[in-house]
């Protein structure tokens, strides 16, 4: 797609996948990182910075927001580069002791993330520095609501994070624990739509510029999903056991079903909303069969594979 308008170059923007965000390296005062993917991705991306920053130590680093993907790889970055200052959204874990209760929000899941030390708080409201721009953190609820966007005002380039891709946004996770989530991302939406972005680096994805045409189809999404919230909570439960692949590979459905079955966030979803329709069994095999239907799984023998 033809952008209509440029990276700057002291920007880097590193596209990853779907088991990793995509993370964004700025070079001014400070070397800063946004996000840092899944922990299983972390050397990876501790060796793409390495020839990124040629030499240069890594000052600070930004979540946007702490679903494991986006900041899976902290710890790790944090041992690689020992003065590392690390921010996080203002409502996430801000002391040590506090970690077991963010990390039972993985476990909920059937994710992981290493504990990392937090050195400072940003919230909606402040002005950052990095990348020789000014940015302004703004609060983005509906995916998590702790989650936030930065937008320089000056060049027009919106850092979305999963409030909004190319095509959509990402899951509205809320919605698993039985809490509100539709009207959040569409405020989220008006919000992004206010700010005139020609520029929009996602946490998954591509850089788009047609910004316009990329909220129309978050709309027209989230308003198939509010008109039926059974159908996001299909979409996110595929979703999660997606995730588990993209991480395993491979697993044993015979045993793994029940595993998949057990974890909160599954169980919590299946009992609010299929209980009365479909067995465990049943239910967890429609998942998989959904995934194999959709080109993005496979059976192997016992085994269901990623594809």
């Keep these: 797609m033809t ?23 700025a070079k001014g005062t400070d070397t800063v990182l946004i996000d840092s993917g899944y922990h299983t991705h972390a050397v990876f991306m501790g060796n793409l910075l390495d020839t990124a920053l040629a030499g240069k130590h890594l000052d600070r680093l930004y979540n946007t927001h702490l679903h494991s993907d986006h900041c899976g790889g902290n710890a790790y970055l944090q041992q690689r580069h020992a003065s590392l200052l690390t921010s996080i959204p203002t409502d996430g874990v801000s002391e040590a002791d506090e970690w077991h209760l ?10 992981s993330c290493p504990a ?41 380039i919106l850092i979305s994070a999963d409030a909004l891709w190319e095509n959509g946004f990402g899951v509205l996770f809320p919605l ?44 027209k999404r989230l308003e198939f999903y509010a008109a039926d919230p059974q159908r996001h909570i299909t979409h996110a439960i595929r979703v999660l056991l997606k995730f588990i692949l993209l991480e395993r590979q491979a697993v044993d459905w015979a045993t793994f079903q029940l595993e998949f079955m057990a974890l909160s966030a599954v169980k919590k979803a299946y009992t609010d909303y299929f209980s009365t329709q479909v067995g465990e069994p049943e239910f967890a095999l429609g998942v998989a069969q959904a995934l194999v239907g959709a080109k993005v799984a496979e059976w192997s023998g016992g085994l269901l594979r990623n594809r």
């Design 116 to 156: 990392f030390a937090v050195s400072a708080l940003h919230k909606a409201g402040d002005v950052v520095e990095f990348g020789h721009l000014q940015w302004q953190v703004l609060a983005s609820p509906g995916h998590d609501p702790d989650s936030v966007l930065f937008f320089c005002e000056d060049l027009k």
């Design 176 to 219: 698993l624990e039985g809490k509100a989530a539709f009207a959040d991302q569409d405020s989220t939406l008006t919000l992004i739509e206010s700010l005139g972005a020609k520029l929009v680096i996602p946490g998954h994805g591509s850089v788009f510029s047609e910004t316009n045409k990329a909220l129309d189809t978050a709309r």
């Design 3 to 25: 952008q209509t308008v440029q990276l700057p170059d002291t920007l880097t923007f590193f596209e990853r996948g779907w088991l990793s965000s995509n993370t964004i390296l």
């Design 102 to 111: 963010q990390n039972e929000v993985y476990e909920r899941v059937g994710q």
